[in-house]
């Protein structure tokens, strides 16, 4: 696991909805909660310099600690893991957001 820093303006803080518990493919009947989730914005330089931007949705473990900085620019670190072909990103449970200043036009 590597750990990197993701920067971008909090745009949405929420609770997904209860999905229905699945064990071996069947569904058990036990409705569990839905997970904290965030959406990030950011921007992606492509290779003809033009900014893309980007939303990105996060599972949190604190929701308190990011819906103080809603609509500002905050800076917090997330997990990279590969399971088979997939790739994984994931913020770590502990994590803080920082407040980041915008910068000058």
Do not use: W
């Not at 609509?71 to 913020?91: P, W, Y």
């Amino acid at each position: 696991m590597a750990l990197i820093t993701c920067q971008g303006k909090l745009i949405n803080a929420y609770t997904a909805n209860p999905v229905k518990e699945r064990k071996d493919g069947i569904e058990t009947g036990v409705l569990l909660p839905g997970k904290d989730k965030i959406q990030i914005m950011g921007d992606s330089i492509m290779q003809s310099g033009e900014k893309r931007a980007l939303l990105q949705d996060f599972t949190c473990h604190d929701i308190a600690a990011f819906k103080q900085h809603l609509n500002k620019n905050i800076r917090f670190e997330i997990g990279i893991m590969s399971v088979g072909d997939n790739t994984i990103l994931f913020i770590p449970k502990g994590t803080v957001p920082e407040l980041v200043q915008d910068s000058p036009k």
